[in-house]
């Protein structure tokens, strides 16, 4: 069942999914935008809004009998540490937070997305709507749910991801079209999914998108080699997704392995480094300017003396002491001479044990 597409109600089709078989789901559900009639623009020409009628229910209680009865399906089929991504916008996302909670989801963030290229507001009644709501949530309080907090930072050019993501809306050569109209009104951009994806899976894991349309979390599912299940009531809509994933071709296997994460890494002592002969016992470590000196002793502890006070304990212990500091960072703090070129710090040493253990 996996890397394929079923069609029917999402409802029907997640009760056919065992129990817990599933990572991570990633939902796109109507948004119920309760329109009444033609939207337009001030020159009377007719805009392309969502209108068909699967975004159409009777009431406000009709939409969250529904939204109860497909995230109860969701949870069941999500394994104990998986999680949930759902997105919406005003019109259903509180609703559905709401929901999310009765049922036992624990909540991790909501996400911003903001539009670079929203639609204006034709009426000029409101303030133009710029962005959407995104929710992740874990399947449980007790999950321990995946985060590649590494990877994210990384994509953000080395600084933490923030819940607020700036991107365009689908146009241009990725917007899907048949006879020169949207294939699909609500398709959602590749980068956003790309983001979803790689922060809360690995490569192998199963993604489940029950509201699959277009496809879009299939083919970000299959160029970065993750499994994909998609869910599509509408045959028209499901031939169009089957038809964009197979043309994809998957990413290299380096180019999606993840790196290894820091937290995840052997811990290893810098009595460690003394020990191998790394640095020798007297060795003199400075901080990055040399203004401050410490000597290693046979145990591993750095001692201070002298200008700076007396101190002697851990490479955290001292750098912090000296610096008047909290918390110190000793491997980043002090400095070894490596004979050729500036000093460095002694986390090249840390690494390079590291890479020998391993």
């Not at 029917?8 to 999914?17: A, N, P």
């Not at 999310?100 to 963030?109: A, E, K, R, T, Y």
């Not at 956003?192 to 993604?207: A, E, F, Y």
């Not at 400075?286 to 490479?315: E, F, K, Y």
């Amino acid at each position: 069942m996996l890397d394929k597409i079923l069609i029917g109600d999402c409802i029907e089709q997640m009760k056919t999914l065992p129990d817990g078989s599933v990572d991570v789901i990633f939902a796109d559900p109507p948004y119920n935008l309760q329109l009444s009639g033609d939207l337009r623009r001030p020159n009377d020409s007719v805009v392309d809004a969502v209108d068909d009628d699967w975004d159409q229910f009777e009431s406000f209680e009709a939409y969250d009998t529904f939204t109860r009865a497909w995230l109860s399906e969701a949870r069941r089929i999500l394994k104990p540490d998986g999680t949930l991504w759902t997105i919406g916008a005003y019109h259903n996302i509180f609703r559905v937070g709401t929901t999310l909670q009765d049922l036992g989801f624990w909540m991790l963030n909501d996400i911003i997305w903001n539009k670079t290229n929203p639609m204006p507001n034709f009426r000029g009644r409101r303030f133009t709507n710029a962005h959407e709501t995104l929710i992740w949530c874990a399947r449980s309080k007790s999950s321990r749910h995946y985060f590649n907090y590494d990877g994210m930072k990384s994509l953000n050019e080395g600084l933490q991801m923030r819940s607020d993501w700036t991107l365009p809306i689908c146009s241009g050569g990725e917007r899907l079209k048949i006879d020169g109209k949207k294939a699909h009104p609500t398709q959602k951009p590749e980068a956003l999914l790309t983001r979803v994806i790689m922060s809360s899976t690995k490569p192998g894991d199963v993604i489940l998108d029950p509201f699959f349309g277009s496809g879009t979390t299939g083919a970000v599912a299959k160029r970065l080699h993750r499994h994909w299940i998609g869910i599509e009531q509408d045959p028209a809509y499901a031939k169009i997704a089957k038809d964009r994933i197979r043309k994809v071709t998957p990413a290299n296997d380096d180019e999606v392995t993840e790196a290894p994460s820091k937290r995840a890494e052997k811990r290893i002592p810098f009595g460690w480094v003394v020990e191998r002969g790394l640095l020798n016992v007297g060795d003199v470590l400075t901080d990055a300017a040399g203004r401050t000196a410490a000597r290693v002793h046979a145990d591993g502890s750095l001692i201070v003396s002298g200008g700076q006070g007396n101190h002697r304990g851990s490479i955290h212990q001292v750098g912090a002491a000296v610096q008047g500091a909290a918390a110190c960072n000793g491997w980043t703090y002090w400095h070894f001479n490596s004979g050729a070129g500036p000093n460095q710090p002694i986390d090249v040493l840390r690494q390079r044990l590291r890479a020998q253990l391993n």
